[in-house]
């Protein structure tokens, strides 16, 4: 190279490190995801009845779109996203990328004059029902999506309407549920369904290309509703982007953005406010319900449990409810039927969905989670993989041992039974979480079965139990890789529940002892700081009667010191306090007491509360003494527990 190229280049070269860090800087705010507000319904509003609390009028959606306007936010088209997310260039502050829903005909002309008014391109959805037999009104459509300022989506075909989604009918949209079928008195089989959803997606996108002549640029899913089926479905499609409920997925190269539904209530500045504070995390309020009180083989007394289980969580305010989806008729710790079907154990009822869907319908709560073992399953002796449990080791005569029957998690033939368990909850229970019970869990003692030993081989480690606990370095290291193999074994399980409810999320029971003495890991193979990083919740047994604790207080104390020294420690656990005094027979503690304690943990800064169980027929505890306490009205001192 010449010497004047030489220079010339150390120039380029030394121009180019110093645009670095702005042009890194520039990719990362390109890549911000813009706020997605979604309209379901616009209609003219002269007169017409909304019957929905989505259904916004033409004169109100104006005045929005002006308000954002004149303050500062700023219209985006998806071609303006796709750009951003390749780094081609940066979205503007405060960017909005507005949504609609499959908008009626006679809707379509005042809709684009509003875009026009206020200089907005928007995403809009169709599905092929409704597309126009009409000729003048097919005119109309595609007048509507040739405009420069609309981006075509698809609803799929049959998609958007609801079908019933358990025994009791309730309704659920098409495109995350198999379908109950009445006159077959069975759900839709799962090759059924696949075929039915992913023919839904492809048949639309094919269908309104053809007939509007416009590419289809997203997918619109009806309700925010979508798994990794239909997902795949659309990117085999060619299209890769969405719009719904959660921006999570674990489909490669799809992108979905997540909607803000927009309501007919909404003021423009309530719109505008809303926009200006984003929801920050709110403390969880926890009940934790055993199906059992509401299960009952005479359907007019369910019915009525249900309504008076509604009724309390109404009353009690509570925004989280761990939903027992499993049932332990003989009393050992291990589930030996289940609310849901499933392909290996006793289906007691199909009850769980409906309870879901009630508690979403008729209730204040945000996140029901499936309270379910991750090891403890009683299988059928006919099962090959029931004989595969885990093995503990004669103890010392005052070591207290994990009393539940638990399948071996170093078992490929068990794992394989438990994957089966969570595959069947997901695709037939509408959930927003998982809840682990506090089956999750191996002694020091455990677990010397065959199917352990194996694995304690590819470790390093010496295969038996009792040569591992004679060597200290041995043991540490053993327990350490306990911890991590059954927070990964939980989290597989959540992976595959997450196919089908796309931002699941994660929630696990934790031994107050792990908490409170950093050796208890070894004793229990779990660990906060673990369970801090690998999940959204971790539910502490906050429970000083089961504990024997001498001192109430001062065993709140210990915990809430624990918990606050790490990082995020406080925002993710939640303090779970009996209600119940097991050791007693199952005696309620006064509901006093109950709210005195959370009084005193509010007043000490601790962030999440929860108690277990509730006793919705004995009104235990009693929320005209709870409700106070957990909505912070702690007006009189408390008296120390």
Known sequence: MAQGQTKWWRLVMLFLSAIMPAVQAYGASASAAPLVLRYAEIIHGDGQAVHDGHAVTLINLLRQLLWLRDHDYHFISLQQVRAAQGQWRALPAHAVLLCFDEPATQIMSPLLSILHVVRAPALVGLSSAALSQDAMQQARQRRFFADPDITLASEGDGLNRRVAGDPQGDPQWAATTRAWLPKLGRYEREVAYRQRAIRAVAMSIQHLQQSLRHPVAAMLWPGGAYNDIVLTAAHRAGVAWSIGSTALSAVPGSHVLAQTWVTAAQAPWDLGRNLAQPEVAQPVRLMHVNLDYVYDRDPRQEASNLEHLLARVRASDVNTVYLQAFADPDGNGAADAVYFPNRHLRMRQDLFNHVVAALHAHTQVRHVFAWMPLLAWQLPARDAAAQDQVVTLPSRPDFVSNAYPRLSPFSARAVAVIQDMFEDLSRHAHIDGVLFHDDMTLSDYEDDSRFAQKVYRRWGLPAQV?????????????????????????????????????????????????????????????????????????????????????????????????????????QKTIFELQAKDWRQGGAPLPSSLLADTICMLFDWGVINVGYIPDDPFKNSPDLDILRPALEHHCTEAHSQP
């Not at 053993?478 to 699941?504: C, N, Q």
């Not at 089961?546 to 104390?557: D, I, S």
């Open 466 to 570: 009792q040569q591992i606990r004679a060597d200290p370095a041995a043991m540490q290291r053993w327990s350490f890789l306990k911890t991590r193999y059954l927070d990964h074994l939980a989290l597989h399980m959540a992976a595959v529940v997450a196919r089908d409810h796309p931002g699941l999320l994660t929630a696990r029971n934790m031994y107050a002892q792990v908490v409170l003495h950093k050796v208890a890991e070894t004793w229990y193979a779990q660990s906060l700081e673990s369970s801090i990083a690998n999940f959204d919740e971790t539910a502490i047994e906050a429970m000083p009667f089961m504990e024997k604790a001498a001192y109430h207080a001062g065993f709140y104390r210990e915990l809430f010191d624990h918990v606050r020294a790490l990082p995020h420690g406080l």
